[in-house]
């Protein structure tokens, strides 16, 4: 080997070395702090490319997620109000039962009628406020909601159904004797059926939007877990790899300063 005061071959070489320790020490570092193993696209722009669009996707899922919670809000406020209506029509069913008795005197018949109109009456208003967010399911002015279904802007449809009088069947429905109080009660019965019918669409609605909100929110999970396996780093594995780097960079330091030490033998050469 050379031996020369201008080039030091092994120095160079643990210079080298110590230089390639360095660089492994300062990216398990970063791995360690940032608990990545891929934070910028300098550490690998394919799955750092990948990984940022699913996180995108994952993350537009909040909106879908916030838009199906509001139909569910909806929907549940129309069939609370769907099981008022019923409630009131089956007390409606029973005055013009009551009503139709021959027998009844005027007054009798007259306070009948009036309980009849007042439950009449409060369907409306429970039609009127049967609302979420300034919008209703059973007003006759809605004819359908649609609310996100996926990060793509696909939807998810709910169909009104109109639990107004004119939508039962029974607008302006009165009676003025037994008989016309005794034929109401087939009415009732019919407007009884139709809101039934109208309440279970919803009910369907309802459960296949509770379904895809379930869907939905493990779908954004599986995503988050598949963002994290491509860039998460594994911190068992470097912690152990952190004490190696460090014992092989004290390693490293003491090799070079025995390469600098090296030139210093040349000057026994030229001791007297």
């Known amino acids: 080997m050379l031996n020369s005061i201008n080039t030091n071959p092994g120095a160079l070489i643990a210079l080298q070395n110590l230089n390639a320790t360095n660089t492994e020490l300062a990216t398990t570092q970063s791995r360690i702090n940032t ?27 909040n909106a879908v997620k916030d838009s199906l ?21 089956t007390k409606m069913k029973e005055k ?23 439950l009449r009456d409060q369907i409306t208003k429970a039609v009127q406020n049967a609302k979420f967010n300034g919008v209703s399911l059973v007003d006759a002015v809605t004819n359908k909601l649609v609310f996100l279904a996926n990060a793509d802007g696909g939807s998810f449809t709910v169909n009104a159904q109109d639990l107004t009088l004119a939508g ?6 009165t009676f003025t004797d037994a008989a016309s109080a005794s034929a109401m009660i087939g009415d009732m019965t019919d407007a009884l059926q139709t809101a039934t019918n109208k309440l279970s669409a919803l009910g369907t ?16 999970d599986s995503l988050d ?18 004490q190696s780097l460090q014992t092989k960079q004290q390693l490293g330091v003491q090799a070079l300063s025995i390469a600098n030490q090296s030139p210093q033998t040349i000057l026994s050469l030229f001791k007297g």
């Open 205 to 220: 609605s309802s459960t296949g939007l509770d379904t895809h909100l379930t869907f939905i929110g493990k779908l954004q």
């Open 225 to 242: 877990a598949g963002v994290g396996n491509l860039v998460d780093a594994d911190l068992a594995k470097e912690s152990a790899k952190l």
């Open 96 to 118: 013009a039962l009551a009503a139709s008795d021959t027998s009844l005197n005027t007054a009798s018949f007259n306070a009948l009628l009036t309980d009849f109109t007042s």
């Open 69 to 89: 919670q509001r139909g569910q809000s909806t929907i549940d406020v129309a069939l609370a109000a769907g099981d008022t209506i019923t409630d009131l029509l």
């Open 168 to 173: 039962l069947g029974i607008a302006g429905a």
């Open 35 to 61: 608990g990545k193993k891929i934070a910028n696209a300098k550490d690998n722009g394919a799955i750092w490319s990948m990984a940022k669009m699913q996180s995108a996707s994952s993350s537009s899922l």
